[in-house]
């Protein structure tokens, strides 16, 4: 049973944390034997440690465990603590004491304990799979090796500073077209089921001719009219359906083979793919974590099936002994100066500055093309539903100018 407890140390300081335990009395009994003198102590029931973070109920009833920013924020604090000397157990209690989310206090606040007790931080790290993934406890891993721990804190703040704003731009690039989408959508189905039938009436009792286009329009809305659950079930199916087939592994390879072969979008959703492969890859090199592993953690953050299969065949090549460059250079998803930079990088020992080199370099040019891509996209849509409205109004309103003119 898990018990949120506050608590004095030996200098008076304000402690908080998450203990395992069986029962209260046992709980006070291990705060006492840590020399805590124990001033509030709950059942932690909207705490998340151990099997509890891992219950995807009682995290989303309590709210998100550790978001990026709660990460980005996590490894900054560190850096800056262990830069300034402190050890990692006073360091990570600090930061505990600054957490104001219960999930996210909670998971951090039992990673301290755990390091206290003598785990390693790494292995604190890898009992929450779900906050922080596989490259965060390899980076720990190989700095917690080298003794280069704030150096590693120093890295994953960087990376994870990087995903954050890639994230942030490209949400911010696709939830005002999708928001301006969905207005037109609406503004259609105003139309098609309230306007248009008032019209159809009208026309029906002046028993005049129409043109072709308020026709198609009147009898587009009758059918729909009389075909709700249809329409609905249509809807419902352009929603859900792409969330299915999504999730077969066919379909999706054909969506990510496609994606990275689009003329103008291709080259934009190559470049972010690679820059997040060549971030992960190259901070991992430059973390001291080994080649192999370093590959690994890269081809398991690559969601495209067409980039994974590309980090499969370098696995491939470097067991049989070849060599990376040899795999990238004209492969068709790498543009062949990075294949160039990158052999060239590994030949001379430098494959972890290349790698974050070109990361870096790809990363700017991603935020730059997402703002553009935004910019043109905003006042297509418009056009649209401006041209959408203004053909419905003209088709409606056509036959009334004919009878005052007539």
């Known amino acids: 049973m ?16 998450v203990i395992e335990v069986s029962s209260l009395d046992e709980a006070n009994r291990e705060l006492h034997g840590r020399n805590l003198f124990v001033t509030r102590l709950t059942a932690a029931r909207d705490a998340l440690t151990g099997a ?4 995807p109920r009682r995290s989303w009833m309590a709210g998100r465990p550790g978001t990026v920013r709660d990460l980005l924020m996590l490894a900054q604090q560190m850096t800056m603590m262990l830069r300034a000397g402190s050890r990692v157990v006073p360091a990570l209690e ?17 990673i301290q304990e755990q390091v206290e007790s003598g ?11 779900e ?53 037109s959508v609406g503004v259609l189905c ?30 587009a809305s009758r059918w729909m009219l009389g075909n709700k659950v249809l329409v609905l079930v249509g809807l419902a199916a352009a929603i859900a359906g792409p969330v299915v087939l999504i999730r077969m592994t066919a379909f999706r390879q054909w969506v990510d083979n496609l994606l990275v072969r689009l003329p103008l979008a291709g080259k934009l959703a190559r470049q972010i793919i690679l820059a997040r492969i060549f971030r992960i890859w190259g901070t991992a090199v430059r973390s001291s974590v080994p080649l192999m592993e370093s590959l690994d953690l890269s081809r398991g953050v690559t969601r495209n099936l067409a980039y994974r299969g590309l980090m499969d065949e370098i696995v491939r090549a470097v067991e049989q002994g070849s060599s990376i460059g040899s795999v990238l250079m004209g492969h068709p998803l790498v543009p062949r100066t990075m294949a160039s930079a990158i052999a060239t990088g590994e030949q001379s020992g430098q494959l972890g500055e290349s790698l974050l080199f070109l990361a870096g370099y790809m990363e700017e040019e991603n935020t730059q093309a997402l703002g553009t891509m935004t910019r043109l996209i905003e006042p297509v849509i418009l056009v649209f539903m401006g041209v959408t409205v203004g ?9 009334l100018f004919d009878l005052t003119s007539a």
Not at 8 to 17: E, I, P
Not at 52 to 55: D, P, W
Not at 94 to 110: G, H, L
Not at 150 to 174: D, G, H, N, P, Y
């Open 2 to 17: 898990a018990f949120a407890y506050e608590a004095l140390d030996a200098g008076g300081r304000k402690v908080t944390g």
């Open 52 to 55: 509890s973070a891992r219950s």
């Open 94 to 110: 600090a930061i505990t004491s600054q957490i104001t989310r219960p999930p996210w206090r909670a998971i951090v606040a039992d």
């Open 119 to 129: 785990s390693p931080l790494s292995a604190a790290v890898a009992k929450y799979p």
């Open 131 to 183: 906050v922080f993934n596989e490259s965060w406890r390899a980076i720990i891993a190989a700095g917690e090796s080298t003794g280069q721990i704030a150096e590693a804190f120093e890295r994953l703040s960087v990376m994870t500073k990087q995903q954050q704003q890639v994230r942030t731009k490209l949400i911010a690039s696709v939830v005002y077209p999708a928001v301006l989408m969905c207005i």
């Open 190 to 219: 105003v139309l098609m089921f309230f306007v248009l039938p008032r019209f159809d009436d009208l026309y029906a009792m002046l028993n005049t001719p129409l043109p072709t286009m308020t026709q198609v329009l009147l009898r």
């Open 391 to 399: 053909v419905v109004a003209i088709s409606l309103f056509l036959p």
